[in-house]
C-alpha cells in the first residue's frame, strides 16, 4: 500500500524567508503523480502544484517549486520569498498511474506553515 | 453556481442516528471522493467511485455507505453516528488521469459534523 509521510507537523518562518518542506512517499509502482495541495484559514483545498513521476524536470508555480527525488521516494516543497498569505496547512498527495478506475489520492498528515511578520 | 457544494456546512447529531451528508458537482467529473480530516491524521480517504454506479472503499469505509446513482451526486451515509466519527468531511471530484488532466482534486468547503 502507498503511504505518505510528512514529518514536519509545525513550522515557523519571517516573511520574505525561503522555506522548504518535506514529504517522503513509498510505492512499489514506476508511474505516478505527486501533488501539494494548500489549506488556508478558510478550510479551502487548493492546489499549489502536480509533479508527474516521468518527468525529470523539477516542476514550478512561481513562487513554488518542488525537489523530486524518484529514487529516494522525496517529494519537498519549496517556498521562496514566502508571503503572510501562504499561512496555510499544506499536504502533500499521492496518485498511482496503473490503470482506468483506480485514481484515488492518498495524503499525508500535513504541515501548518506559519508566516510571521 | 459550477463548482463543487456541500449540505449541510454543520452538523450535530446524537450517537446512533443515521446522517446523511450531500455532494453535487457541476463539472461531470467521472470522479468523487469522500475525505475525513482529523487533526493529526489529515485527510483520509473514505470511499470514491469511478463513474455512476462505481465506488469502492478507500483507506476508512468502516461505518459508511455511499451511492451514486448520478454522475453529479455522491452522498455519504452514515447509518449509525458515533462519536468517533465527528469530524469534518470532504468531497471533492477529478477528472480521471487518463483523460489528460493530472487527476487535479477539486474540493468542496467541507462538512463539519458533530456526534454527541
Known amino acids: 500500500a502507498q503511504t505518505v509521510t510528512q514529518s514536519q507537523p509545525e513550522m515557523s518562518v519571517q516573511e520574505a524567508e525561503t522555506v522548504t518542506l518535506s514529504c517522503t512517499y513509498d510505492?512499489?509502482?514506476?508511474?505516478?503523480?505527486l501533488f501539494w495541495y494548500k489549506q488556508p484559514p478558510s478550510r479551502q483545498m487548493i492546489l499549489v502544484i502536480r509533479?508527474?513521476?516521468?518527468?525529470?524536470q523539477n516542476a514550478t508555480e512561481n513562487r513554488f517549486s518542488v525537489n523530486f527525488q524518484k529514487a529516494a521516494k522525496s517529494f519537498s516543497l519549496k517556498i521562496s520569498d514566502s508571503q503572510l498569505g501562504d499561512t496555510a496547512m499544506y499536504f502533500c498527495?499521492?496518485?498511482?498511474?496503473?490503470?482506468?478506475?483506480?485514481?484515488?489520492?492518498?495524503f499525508g498528515k500535513g504541515t501548518r506553515l506559519h508566516i510571521l511578520p | 453556481d459550477a463548482g463543487i457544494t456541500q449540505s449541510p456546512r454543520y452538523k450535530i447529531t446524537e450517537t446512533g442516528r443515521q446522517v446523511t451528508l450531500m455532494c453535487h458537482q457541476t463539472?461531470?467529473?467521472?470522479?468523487m471522493f469522500w475525505y475525513r480530516q482529523d487533526l493529526g491524521h489529515g485527510l483520509r480517504l473514505i470511499y470514491y467511485?469511478?463513474?455512476?454506479?462505481?465506488?469502492d472503499k478507500g483507506e476508512v469505509p468502516d461505518g459508511y455507505v455511499v451511492s451514486r446513482s448520478k454522475t453529479e451526486n455522491f452522498p455519504l451515509t452514515l447509518e449509525s453516528a458515533t462519536r468517533s466519527q465527528t469530524s469534518v468531511y470532504f468531497c471533492?471530484?477529478?477528472?480521471?488521469?487518463?483523460?489528460?488532466?493530472?487527476?487535479?482534486?477539486?474540493f468542496g468547503e467541507g462538512s463539519r459534523l458533530t456526534v454527541l
Open positions: 463539472w461531470s467529473h467521472s470522479y
Open positions: 509533479q508527474e513521476a516521468y518527468k525529470q
Open positions: 498527495a499521492f496518485m498511482k498511474h496503473v490503470r482506468r478506475g483506480d485514481d484515488k489520492i492518498i
Open positions: 467511485s469511478a463513474a455512476a454506479d462505481i465506488t
Open positions: 510505492t512499489s509502482e514506476n508511474n505516478y503523480y
Open positions: 471533492a471530484s477529478s477528472e480521471p488521469r487518463w483523460a489528460g488532466v493530472g487527476g487535479e482534486l477539486f
